[in-house]
């Protein structure tokens, strides 16, 4: 009998995502934010760097790749310490923040088998022998 992929990794993905499209708005913001070049590289690189860094996440956790969920969760956490202690994030996102990375956080804590080798997300039903199908 096969293990059946679980749909929270793909969550914890979504959040990513949201929370790229958030950052999305701060790296354009970057580059109006300062006339001098000094003003501006700062921002621009540390806030594209956060959209990379979560949109390439949630690339791997949609694939269920082992260094995606070490690399979500650190994400996560740095996320819900900035909703926590109002670093960089408006009061009304705090809440919000906090409360996504902490659930992210538990689904990705609670699927750990589906990253490791052998796991949930390296089986396709389809393609086991007869016998070992669910639907049989």
Known sequence: MTKRRSAAPDIAGCVLLLYAAT???AFLHGFYSSSSLAGVVPQVAVYGGLLAACGVSALGLFDRKAWARG???LLFVAAFIAGVTEFHVPDTAQLPT???SLFAIVLLLATGGE???GGAADRDPVDSPPGERDND
């Open 98 to 100: 906090a409360m996504l």
């Open 115 to 117: 990253f490791a080798p």
């Open 23 to 25: 950052l999305s708005f």
């Open 71 to 73: 690399m979500g969760l």
